[in-house]
């Protein structure tokens, strides 16, 4: 079974920053993509960044040029730094992998970010 575990959400103010972690035990050479999605109450779950691991990146319009994605080198582990928060940007922060032997896909337990105007 795979493990996915997000770090890092926690409580800013309107124009803060936070830095996301999603670690996983699956290998780097496993993983077909790892993205992050975000739901506030009382709304779907919805796709906010993607990195697919042959290094396609995609970001969704309403965080674009505020939100970025990276990988750590040694370890599968894609961070989501965010900055410029806003107040509707306040939902739980979720990571989904998935593998490329089966498309198998794996979510974490979720972390809150929540930004107070």
């Known amino acids: 079974q795979v493990q996915v575990v997000e770090s890092g959400g926690g409580s800013v103010q309107a124009g803060g920053s936070l830095i996301l972690s999603c670690d996983s035990s699956a290998t780097i050479s496993e993983t077909a993509a790892m993205a992050w999605y975000r739901q506030a109450p009382r709304t779907v779950r919805e796709p906010v960044a993607l990195?697919?691991?042959?290094?396609?990146?995609w970001i969704e319009d309403s965080v674009k040029g505020r939100f970025s994605l990276s990988r750590a080198h040694a370890k599968n582990t894609v961070y989501l730094q965010m900055n410029s928060l806003k107040p509707e940007d306040t939902a739980v922060y979720y990571c989904?992998?998935?593998?490329?032997?089966?498309?198998?896909?794996?979510w974490g337990q979720g972390t809150q970010v929540t930004v107070s105007s």
């Open positions: 990195l697919n691991y042959d290094n396609i990146t």
């Open positions: 989904n992998l998935v593998l490329r032997k089966n498309t198998a896909d794996y």
